[in-house]
């Protein structure tokens, strides 16, 4: 069990639950092509307790290393890019835009993962194993995530129309790569 402990493991303990993440995110995406939205959030969350745990663990335990990061980074990028916009666009632009409206919708859409992606590859390139800063510059994904689902939530419940929920998406979008200062908890 000496290898869950050591930072040149590829299944340390802090890989292990990024793992765990990536299975969460992979289950959502599931979750979501049977319409069971409320299954694929909940899995959503479960890789966000994860996607915290793994860090604070890969701190504590100096397991970070450049595989951990990289790991990380696509773990990321499953459960907070293209989870959400996923669920967005099954729950809410496949149901009631069409033509022209579902065609913005989608390149909205992968404008938002698009700009999810460059976030996270930007983040890698300036990363250090073990490093932490005092804050983010731009949104980090997470809270991007955060974001959209309560944009979900606004749009289910009838507090915001469709044209909203593409507008906020682009903001959300444009802010992960923004010179937002967001402080590091």
Known sequence: MKFLYNASSHFNLANLFT???????????????????????????????????DGKIARKYKLSNEFGIQLDSFADFL???????????QA???????G???FFAAIISIYYVISGLR?????NINADA???SNYFTGVPTPLGAILLWLVYLASTY???PDVGVLVLMVII????????KVPHP
């Open 130 to 132: 073990g490093e932490v």
């Open 158 to 160: 009838g507090f915001l």
């Open 79 to 89: 459960s907070f890019v293209l989870v959400p916009v996923f669920l967005i666009f």
């Open 100 to 102: 022209i409206e579902l």
């Open 119 to 123: 976030r996270l590859i930007q983040f």
């Open 19 to 53: 793992f765990v993440n990536i299975t969460a995110g992979l289950l959502a995406t599931y979750f979501i092509t049977q319409n069971n939205f409320f299954l694929a959030i909940i899995l959503a969350w479960v890789g966000g307790a994860f996607d915290i745990f």
């Open 173 to 180: 979008g444009w802010s992960l790569n923004s010179k937002i």
């Open 92 to 98: 809410i632009y496949a149901t009631s835009l069409s």
